[in-house]
């Protein structure tokens, strides 16, 4: 039966006994409203640990806009019963003021106490949700620092997300960083807590967003390789949906730039982020 911790400190105390205990822990930050995705993360954690830890916080630091926040889907019981039923040992939420005892100013997180994010911050998501990625950086070095653990599992889904969570992980020496595939759905939507508040018409349309990145892999195979011939590919095949598009690039994720990248890619990635309605979705596909 999986043990639920309903604050950082008890989360801290039973993860220092595992570890006093000789037992490794692999570690798996989330928002909740756990999927399949989520769960495919646990499972790899699973295979290379001996215990497995999931938080469970919708990280007020992380939300730039507060309608988001407030509408982002919430269901702990649920979530216990789906980790426990793949065998995950421990699950812990807490509220902000726990996870920073002492820090908060009127309910807030001082902007000094955020971390800087590093340069893969920069464009992108960085750009259309300024604050996001300190929000992330934050949150994840002290969620560490409570677990302690020796691997920690990310989605490749939230592509730039494990970018700057690879460089923190690299700033404080720990820990190993194990980045996992895009779970989706068979019509390619790949799987998100925020697809259960799209509506029927929504719902149809956002398979389009895997259409337009495999549209973009598919030239890139026949030998294109400049970046805004891509990036208009990828445009088009999002067009006609009813999204807003806030940015369709193609990138090489080892010369990550604020600006659009332009002219020849060695290696490159396809990123998206729409809004189909209220709901924000960002998916991405590696080319090469
Ligand atoms: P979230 O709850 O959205 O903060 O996500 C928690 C973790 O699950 C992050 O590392 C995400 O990248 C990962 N994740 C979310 N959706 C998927 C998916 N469809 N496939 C793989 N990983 C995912």
């Avoid at 604050?7 to 399949?36: D, I, K, N, Q, Y």
């Avoid at 020496?173 to 759905?185: I, S």
């Amino acid at each position: 039966m999986i043990v639920r911790c309903d604050t950082p400190a008890e989360a801290r105390a039973w993860c220092a006994a595992e570890r006093e205990a000789g037992r490794s822990l692999g570690f798996v930050a989330t928002m909740g409203a756990l999927h399949a995705g989520h769960l495919e993360l646990v499972r790899t954690a699973l295979a290379q640990n001996d215990r497995v830890v999931v938080s469970v916080f919708v990280n007020p630091l992380q939300f730039n806009n507060p309608a988001d926040l407030e509408r982002y889907p919430r269901d702990a019981d649920a979530d216990a019963r789906l980790l426990d039923g793949v065998g995950c040992q421990m699950m812990f939420t807490g509220t902000l003021e726990e996870f920073f005892p002492g820090e908060l100013e009127g309910g807030a997180l001082p902007k000094e106490r955020l971390l800087d994010p590093g340069p893969a911050a920069l464009g992108l998501e960085g750009e259309f949700r300024p604050g996001h990625f300190a929000g992330v950086a934050t949150i994840v070095d002290r969620l560490f620092d409570v677990v302690g653990p020796e691997r920690a599992y990310f989605g490749r889904k939230d592509y730039q997300q494990c970018l700057v969570v690879r460089d923190l992980a690299r700033r404080r020496g720990n820990p190993e960083v194990v980045l996992c595939p895009t779970v989706r759905e068979d019509s390619g939507l790949a799987l998100s807590s925020r697809n259960a508040l799209l509506d029927a018409t929504q719902r149809a349309a956002a398979p389009a967003i895997h259409g337009a990145l495999r549209a973009t892999r598919a030239l890139w195979q026949t030998g294109e390789r400049d970046a805004d011939i891509l990036a208009a590919v990828l445009t088009r095949g999002l067009a006609g949906h009813g999204f807003v598009v806030e940015y369709a690039e193609v990138r090489d994720p080892e010369c990550w730039t604020a600006e659009r990248p332009a002219g020849h890619l060695e290696q490159a990635v396809a990123l998206v982020a729409v809004q189909a309605g209220a709901v924000r979705l960002i998916d991405n596909l590696p080319l090469s």
